[in-house]
């Protein structure tokens, strides 16, 4: 079953505060955890991958994967303007080329 | 960087037109893939080629052709654009290898926003 639910917002938040995006998803052979940003009338940009149940950071970005729970989140530190964009989760479920399934996406509104 | 070009931004076209979409990445990259993103429903993959010459039909298929004749351009036909093909097309590439282990990370296009009237 290739399922990944993502809210689709909009989420909408004030500069200066931590964001909190999320998704499930349904196939424990789920491998590998991506976040993909999206600014509007662009195609999606990687913004962070990891295979693994844990923390991941990256600036003021932090992956976390939560495995037992099907659960994945990306937070976002000290939130920007430039931060609005839709943010859109993808799980890798190895084998072929395809096997990669995308989130909706949520749509991220930071408030100058 | 690994860059993918899509070479038309915004296209309009009539009901019952062929419609071509052309998408080149410079990368060497194996896969390439062309899904379209629609509000509500997300990005849903069309077909997809791991080599020259191969195609792969992927979610939704239907009413769409592909054509990988090189192996850094890939293209998307319309034999017959129908309204409800009014979508983003987006292309993207990625260097995974079948029965490798390691991650398939995709590098997308611009997009291509067709509206057909």
């Known amino acids: 079953q290739k399922e990944v639910e993502q809210d689709p917002g909009p989420l909408s938040v004030p500069e200066g505060a931590i964001v909190s995006l999320n998704c499930t998803y349904s196939?424990?052979?789920?491998?590998?955890f991506m976040w993909y940003r999206q600014y509007s009338r662009k195609g999606p940009e990687l913004l962070m991958y990891?295979?693994?149940?844990g923390n991941k950071e990256d600036g003021r970005f932090t992956a976390q994967v939560d495995k037992s729970s099907k659960y994945i989140s990306l937070f976002i530190r000290d939130s920007q303007p430039s931060d609005s964009a839709t943010y859109l989760c993808?799980?890798?479920?190895?084998?072929?080329?395809?096997?990669?399934?995308f989130g909706k996406g949520t749509h991220l509104i930071i408030q100058p | 960087d690994v860059k993918v070009t899509q070479s038309s931004r915004y296209l309009v076209k009539r009901t019952g037109e062929k419609v071509f979409l052309e998408c080149v990445q410079d990368?060497?990259?194996?896969?390439m893939f062309w899904y379209r993103q629609d509000p509500g429903l997300g990005l849903r993959l069309i077909y997809f080629?791991?080599?020259?010459?191969?195609?792969e039909k992927g979610d939704i298929p239907e009413g769409y052709s592909v054509s990988r004749e090189k192996k850094e351009r890939f293209s998307l036909i319309l034999e017959s654009a129908s309204t409800n093909q009014t979508s983003m097309y987006l292309c993207?590439?990625?260097?995974?290898?079948?029965?490798?282990?390691?991650?398939?990370?995709?590098?997308f296009g611009a997009g291509s926003r067709l509206t057909v009237l």
């Open positions: 993207a590439s990625s260097y995974f290898r079948q029965g490798t282990s390691g991650a398939n990370v995709l590098t």
């Open positions: 196939n424990s052979a789920f491998q590998y």
């Open positions: 990891t295979y693994s149940s």
């Open positions: 993808a799980i890798v479920s190895g084998g072929g080329a395809d096997g990669l399934t």
């Open positions: 990368m060497d990259h194996e896969n």
């Open positions: 080629s791991y080599d020259v010459k191969m195609k």
